[in-house]
């Protein structure tokens, strides 16, 4: 089973918990799948801050 079609399932078994049961699988399933996007996307914008932040000691004046 692939991880996006866990956290789907998590998640509609977490909105179940709340009362909320009117999600599709094929809804939570694109929920999921965007949340990776949107994670990946994150982590691409951490990393360029990242990449454009000197190192200690390594600012550029001497």
Do not use: C, Q, W, Y
Request: no cysteine; charged share 30%; net charge negative.
């Amino acid at each position: 089973m692939a991880i996006h079609l866990i956290v789907a399932k998590i998640l509609r078994d977490e909105l179940a918990l709340l009362g909320i049961r009117s999600l599709t699988a094929e809804e939570s399933e694109a929920i999921a799948a965007r949340i990776f996007e949107r994670i990946t996307e994150l982590e691409l914008e951490l990393a360029a801050r990242d990449f454009n932040i000197p190192a200690s000691g390594d600012d550029g004046t001497t």
